[in-house]
């Protein structure tokens, strides 16, 4: 059923645009991410500010930004602060709505490990760190996840929890205080996954076109739940795809 | 912050106080010295509002008429003074003697009320301060608490977060979106807007967003976190606006004359409160000529450069 | 021994001039302090800066402020900051070397009281409150008081004890860990007193021209401990004169 | 901070780091992705300073040259990366395989080292923040700890104050007392500038007083807290600054590559540290036309007005 061809990514970016609807405020790292939340300014949500760690609210890139430090994204945006005041103004006081987030591992409930592989004193490789996610991770008010799925990726344990999701499931995360509501959605390169249940596990939500249900649970480390009923989640449209390659990301950097 | 998407959030300052402040608020005015929205506070007299919870650091001269108005029934403050002048009469008589009526004060001291705007702004659960430690204050206001530096360095105070329902402030200019930029005294006027659960900004000049984005680093506020936009030139008068107009100082000492009495304060509010529709009017009946008089000479901050970086 | 004569007032705008001599900074209010400071800068302090609570570093009005929040301490200053970040980065982080004070009320120790005449739930006169002067007396490294000797002011006990100084003397206010070294001198009309005793008790230390240390004690409300040698104040030099009148206050409104 | 009252503190940066860059020291050398002063950091490599504790949020290319070199026993940090591009290999090398020589790792999220700088520049013995709770973070890093809200909502985390023996940090211009004015990304610069014990900072221009205090707001770091002004354009590159010149991506990509091999490293640091006198001589081999191209076409902030109030 393509009508067009298009690309892993060009789907994830499509899928990561269009659950951003009517969203006001987004945070946002560099990639992917940063050319769905683009898109979306184009096509879901009109109103959507981009907040980015460095201390930008607000950016309009004149380019697609080199880092999330990127001057382009001082120039030109609303609002430019320390990144004391961007953590505890925007941040911790609960003004970012969805935070977007990957990681090196992600486990069932939606914790993220970008930390270590291996022992932490004594890793096998070691990872970036925490950045802001953990923060991001406790305090945004959803979270939405952006990763390929791999089976070394969605792991039944990880070797590391730095960013705080579901935690061991149910009301455990609230049971600790964390002020935001946690992962909601996982944007993967062959799925969508949430956690809409009691347990607050992942969930086998809709396929993309072409992929089967067993295509995903290869790829995924324990058994994976399925949602009541699986839909399938339509192709990007000619329109999604010229914003994406006119628009948003004209160079192909992250196609 | 419900409107916090609207585009346009231009109001009358008429229907910002008739939709955002209300019986039994907890409201602040805010702004050090400078930057005082007196045309907030007059509107919120003629309103009739009642028993509101007043918070700011220093209540200042529009404090001593709301209060003597009969328009608040508490008051959270940290330095009770009219500025470079003397007392504020209104107020001490409803401390001292009850009139019009009785007045709760809950006290801090500057440092302690910026640290509870603070915290209410990052949603923290106190803000730690070196400071009351030795003094009465903390037997006065058991809300300041001593707790132990789990580092093990001694004790430390810690102040609660602060709230308010509604946080009015004022500025040079803003655009239709409510993104504010201010320059001169800081203040508190970030850590209350942020802390606030509705913002009204009360500007001298309305911008385009354009020029907002011409300057990231001079945006104070989002409009993000604003419900209303007021634009009302010399809305801070007989306070100052930096770079705009003077303090109106002759105000200020007429003032600590006038209000040693209760009647001369009410008569006084009946001339240039009840007795006029706005702050149009004021300004209106003050006459242009009296503004121009404090108007500085200008003095223009260099450029900078932030590069087209594409 | 008057060559020239000057007020009560030019002569306390003179000493507490020269006793910033060589400080770098020092944290003023409006009024005789402000005059104090900028005659300082002319004479023994050249390299002082004022520091405002109201947020502002190293101002140079161009004319007598009418309050510490006046516009003309922010043209032209060196930094003008958040309130917040003036009383944790300059104040709190130990930055103020002279703080000047005042106060309705003080006692043996250098304690102020700015708060209430009477009982604090039921005053006979409300005063201002603290403002900044709590953490000003707790965090500033030496404290000088300026205040007219007046017996009702120099009280053997405070009402209410709004800003700590050597509460009850010796080791009191180390033992209870406050960082700044407290109350230094009390620059008076007639006299100045300082606390260089190991009770940290004010006492006589120099008496202004003309003046019997009698005078002194019939405006202090407790038995005034003496200094071992007693000094005398040099009445104003003609320089000191030339320039309040002519330099730091030409309107003479605090003469 | 014996330096204050200096009234030109113009040092070279040779000077700068002999005088206050010593072995086992605590050194800061901060900006985020932008204004990351790759030219103290290589003279702190030919000064061949060592057993440093080097702190940083994102160490970025400067510490993995300067761990490469073996400069530093310790790193304080709170993301470990090549910002947009990819890891560091220099870091992991010293942390997976002990190369050049053993590297002790204490880690942060980003609040959480923002936090330490903020309770040291404010002489708080913590800061709290919403974060850590539920993470193995808490298990990694002892200093991180847990607390009871005294108002009882429950858990906070905390973290110490973090006081380096030197913070070095660039920006765009500063008057020869070291008054400094910095727009862009304001990072955590002014919160490490007043943690640390000693200050150096580095410029793009040397601008008289007098351009300081045209624009107050601006001066981000005062004269008060610093102790040497270097004056070294292009001192950020490979990084940018803001307005100035963008970031050297070239750089970073090829840094990614060559990274990869010790040996290679080592070559490297022969060719543009070691081997040239200073920075000046690292902007020659260079070529001017090199940073001519990272220019950004101008773009600038309009003026406001502060008013001569007299």
């Given at each position: 059923?393509?009508?067009?061809?298009?690309s892993?990514?060009?789907m994830m970016?499509?899928?990561?645009?269009r659950?951003?609807?009517?969203?006001?405020?987004v945070?946002?790292?560099?990639?992917l991410?940063?050319?769905a939340?683009?898109?979306?300014r184009?096509?879901?949500?009109p109103?959507?500010?981009?907040?980015y760690?460095?201390?930008?609210y607000?950016?309009?890139?004149?380019?697609?930004?080199?880092?999330?430090?990127?001057?382009?994204?001082?120039s030109g945006?609303?609002s430019?602060?320390?990144?004391?005041?961007?953590f505890?103004?925007?941040?911790?006081?609960?003004?970012?709505?969805i935070?977007?987030?990957?990681?090196?591992?992600?486990d069932?409930y939606g914790?993220l490990?970008?930390?270590?592989?291996?022992?932490?004193?004594?890793?096998?490789t070691?990872?970036?760190?925490?950045?802001?996610?953990?923060?991001?991770?406790?305090?945004?008010?959803?979270?939405f996840?952006?990763?390929?799925?791999?089976?070394?990726?969605?792991?039944?344990?990880?070797?590391?929890?730095?960013?705080?999701g579901h935690?061991?499931?149910?009301d455990?995360?609230?049971r600790?205080?964390?002020?935001?509501?946690?992962?909601?959605l996982?944007?993967?390169?062959?799925?969508?996954?949430?956690?809409?249940?009691?347990?607050?596990e992942?969930?086998?939500?809709?396929l993309?076109?072409?992929?089967?249900a067993?295509?995903?649970?290869a790829?995924?480390?324990?058994?994976?739940?399925?949602?009541?009923?699986?839909?399938?989640?339509?192709?990007?449209?000619?329109?999604?795809?010229?914003?994406?390659r006119?628009?948003v990301?004209?160079?192909?950097?992250?196609r | 912050?419900?409107?916090?998407?609207?585009?346009?959030?231009?109001?009358?300052m008429?229907?910002?106080?008739?939709?955002?402040?209300?019986?039994?608020?907890?409201?602040?005015?805010?702004?050090?010295?400078?930057?005082?929205?007196f045309?907030?506070?007059?509107?919120?007299?003629?309103?009739?509002?009642?028993n509101?919870?007043?918070?700011?650091?220093?209540?200042?001269?529009?404090?001593?008429?709301?209060?003597?108005?009969?328009t608040?029934?508490k008051?959270?403050?940290?330095?009770?003074?009219?500025?470079?002048?003397?007392?504020?009469?209104?107020?001490?008589?409803?401390?001292?003697?009850a009139?019009?009526?009785?007045?709760?004060?809950?006290?801090?001291?500057h440092y302690?009320?910026?640290?509870r705007?603070?915290?209410?702004?990052s949603?923290?659960?106190f803000?730690?301060?070196?400071?009351?430690?030795?003094?009465?204050?903390?037997?006065?206001?058991?809300?300041?608490k001593?707790?132990?530096?789990?580092?093990?360095?001694?004790?430390i105070?810690?102040v609660?977060?602060?709230n308010?329902?509604?946080?009015?402030?004022?500025?040079?200019?803003?655009?239709?979106?409510?993104n504010t930029?201010?320059?001169?005294?800081?203040g508190?006027?970030k850590?209350?807007?942020?802390a606030?659960?509705?913002?009204?900004?009360?500007i001298?000049e309305l911008?385009?967003?354009?020029?907002i984005?011409?300057?990231p680093?001079?945006?104070?506020?989002?409009?993000?976190?604003?419900d209303?936009?007021?634009?009302?030139?010399?809305?801070a008068?007989?306070?100052?606006?930096?770079g705009?107009?003077d303090?109106?100082n002759?105000?200020?000492?007429?003032?600590?004359?006038?209000?040693?009495?209760?009647?001369?304060?009410?008569?006084?509010?009946?001339?240039?409160?009840?007795?006029?529709?706005?702050?149009?009017?004021?300004?209106?009946?003050?006459?242009?000529?009296h503004?121009?008089?404090?108007k500085?000479?200008?003095?223009l901050?260099p450029?900078?450069?932030?590069?087209?970086h594409?």
């Amino acid at each position: 059923m393509r009508e067009v061809a298009y690309s892993d990514s060009e789907m994830m970016i499509a899928v990561a645009a269009r659950v951003l609807k009517g969203a006001r405020t987004v945070f946002v790292g560099v990639g992917l991410p940063n050319i769905a939340c683009n898109l979306a300014r184009h096509t879901v949500a009109p109103d959507l500010e981009l907040i980015y760690e460095s201390g930008v609210y607000g950016a309009r890139p004149e380019r697609l930004p080199l880092s999330i430090g990127d001057p382009t994204l001082v120039s030109g945006a609303v609002s430019v602060v320390s990144m004391a005041d961007l953590f505890g103004l925007y941040l911790q006081r609960g003004l970012v709505e969805i935070a977007l987030l990957g990681g090196a591992q992600i486990d069932r409930y939606g914790n993220l490990n970008t930390t270590v592989i291996g022992d932490y004193s004594k890793p096998k490789t070691r990872l970036p760190g925490s950045g802001g996610a953990c923060e991001i991770a406790i305090n945004a008010q959803r979270t939405f996840m952006i990763m390929r799925l791999k089976r070394r990726a969605f792991v039944d344990k990880l070797d590391f929890l730095t960013s705080p999701g579901h935690l061991t499931g149910g009301d455990s995360r609230a049971r600790l205080g964390l002020p935001g509501g946690g992962p909601a959605l996982v944007i993967t390169d062959k799925a969508i996954l949430t956690f809409d249940n009691p347990q607050r596990e992942m969930q086998l939500s809709d396929l993309y076109p072409g992929v089967q249900a067993k295509d995903v649970q290869a790829e995924v480390g324990w058994p994976l739940r399925l949602a009541v009923t699986i839909g399938e989640t339509a192709a990007p449209t000619t329109e999604e795809l010229r914003l994406i390659r006119d628009e948003v990301d004209p160079q192909g950097m992250y196609r | 912050m419900n409107n916090s998407a609207k585009a346009n959030k231009l109001v009358s300052m008429q229907d910002a106080i008739a939709t955002y402040v209300s019986d039994n608020f907890s409201v602040a005015i805010e702004g050090f010295t400078g930057f005082i929205c007196f045309a907030a506070g007059h509107e919120i007299i003629r309103q009739r509002r009642r028993n509101l919870t007043l918070i700011r650091m220093t209540p200042d001269l529009i404090y001593d008429q709301m209060i003597a108005a009969g328009t608040a029934s508490k008051l959270i403050f940290s330095y009770m003074g009219n500025p470079g002048v003397g007392s504020l009469y209104c107020i001490r008589r409803a401390v001292e003697k009850a009139i019009p009526c009785p007045l709760e004060l809950e006290e801090y001291s500057h440092y302690g009320l910026v640290g509870r705007y603070a915290a209410g702004a990052s949603r923290l659960p106190f803000f730690a301060l070196r400071s009351y430690i030795g003094s009465d204050m903390l037997a006065a206001n058991p809300l300041i608490k001593l707790i132990d530096d789990p580092y093990g360095t001694g004790k430390i105070a810690v102040v609660p977060p602060l709230n308010p329902d509604v946080a009015i402030l004022h500025a040079q200019r803003a655009d239709a979106k409510g993104n504010t930029q201010l320059w001169g005294l800081l203040g508190m006027q970030k850590e209350i807007a942020f802390a606030a659960k509705h913002v009204i900004v009360v500007i001298e000049e309305l911008v385009d967003e354009s020029m907002i984005r011409a300057d990231p680093n001079r945006t104070l506020i989002p409009g993000l976190i604003v419900d209303a936009v007021v634009h009302e030139p010399y809305g801070a008068h007989p306070s100052y606006v930096q770079g705009y107009y003077d303090r109106d100082n002759e105000s200020y000492l007429a003032w600590d004359k006038l209000s040693q009495d209760h009647a001369a304060v009410l008569a006084w509010l009946d001339e240039w409160v009840y007795g006029l529709e706005n702050h149009a009017a004021y300004v209106r009946k003050h006459g242009q000529a009296h503004f121009d008089k404090l108007k500085p000479e200008p003095l223009l901050a260099p450029s900078v450069d932030y590069g087209r970086h594409r």
